[in-house]
């Protein structure tokens, strides 16, 4: 059964850091990874995903991920935060076989000026 | 177009009582989806619908009942509430036409409270 599991609760960095936020998953199967991002107060939107191809997914505000095949890996990337990145963000999983998407348990990312 | 609305925005209710939570939808999308948010549990899938006319059960359906009369709305029913239900609730719908069923269009979220 296809699993993800997002190992930080919470990252804490400052304004114009670099972050990265985790994402492993567990499946038998070939999969699909994506990265939504809930700001305070509102629902979540996608901010990218994996299908297949390229293993490196630009996803809008800066944001990118790449799929890791071996380590069952599809950490979340931005080279340099900006205070309005404040939210949380949930790594999402479906199998290829599947028809709903599984959440993580979400990250919260938090800027310090 | 305003996408995804859910009434009420908040809603403290006793124990036992019973609850609807609405979720309209404007996009025409043929499916929709209800969510339940905790802390430190992400997003669980209540209920889903592929399509007006039908509904299906997800990882946590006990305690909740959904209809799919048409394609716009999509209620959300506690017959009993009890506390163990407070919670976050999300509604969501998606589309083949709209990036399929992997991008998924979320509500602004109904925060209960069960006493």
């Known amino acids: 059964a296809q699993s993800v599991t997002q190992l930080d609760s919470q990252v804490p960095v400052f304004e114009e850091a670099p972050v990265e936020l985790r994402c492993n998953y567990s499946s038998s199967v070939s999969v699909y990874l994506f990265w939504y991002v809930q700001y305070p107060n509102q629902g979540l939107q996608l901010l990218l995903k994996?299908?297949?191809?390229?293993?490196l997914v630009k996803g809008i505000n800066g944001f990118e991920a790449e799929f890791n095949k071996s380590q069952t890996s599809f950490p979340l990337r931005k080279p340099s935060v900006h205070i309005s990145d404040t939210a949380e963000y949930f790594c999402a999983v479906r199998e290829s076989s599947a028809s709903k998407i599984i959440f993580g348990s979400g990250t919260r990312l938090s800027i310090r000026p | 177009i305003a996408g995804i609305t859910q009434a009420p925005t908040s809603q403290i209710l006793a124990a036992g009582r019973r609850m609807t939570l609405r979720c309209t939808q404007d996009m025409r999308h043929n499916a929709m989806y209800w969510y339940r948010q905790d802390l430190g549990l992400g997003l669980r899938l209540i209920h889903y619908s592929n399509t007006a006319g039908t509904t299906g059960k997800g990882e946590v359906p006990d305690g909740y009942s959904v209809s799919r009369a048409n394609t716009d709305d999509f209620p959300l029913t506690l017959a009993s509430a009890v506390p163990s239900q407070t919670s976050v609730y999300f509604c969501?719908?998606?589309?083949?036409?709209?990036?399929?069923?992997?991008?998924?269009?979320f509500g602004p979220g109904t925060r209960l409270t069960v006493l």
């Open positions: 969501a719908s998606s589309d083949a036409a709209s990036g399929g069923p992997d991008t998924q269009y």
């Open positions: 994996y299908l297949s191809g390229s293993t």
